[in-house]
């Protein structure tokens, strides 16, 4: 499964979300959009928005930090 997590560093919810996926022992790749240019605009071509945190989970795009959508996106990578 790959997960990537667009955030920046000063958000609370992408933090709280790298707690969770680090308790549920998900791997994922986590992206800084606020240093880098070209990570920011690929978050904004998948999500149509510059909101973080933006969770790609195998293609499917999640906006926010909601646990319920989380956990059946990663029910149907398993």
Same mark, same amino acid.
């Given at each position: 499964?790959?997960?990537?997590?667009y955030m920046t560093p000063t958000c609370t919810w992408?933090?709280?979300?790298? $707690?969770?996926l680090k308790k549920k022992k998900v791997s994922f790749q986590? #992206? !800084?959009t606020f240093e880098y240019d070209k990570e920011r @605009? %690929?978050?904004i $071509?998948?999500?149509?928005?510059?909101a973080v945190p933006v969770i790609d #989970? !195998?293609?499917q795009i999640i906006v926010g930090f909601f @646990? %319920?959508?989380?956990e059946k996106?990663?029910?149907k990578g398993k």
């Open positions: 499964m790959d997960i990537k997590v992408c933090q709280k979300l790298k $707690e969770w986590e #992206i !800084d @605009e %690929e978050m $071509e998948k999500s149509g928005q510059m #989970i !195998d293609g @646990e %319920e959508k989380l996106a990663l029910a």
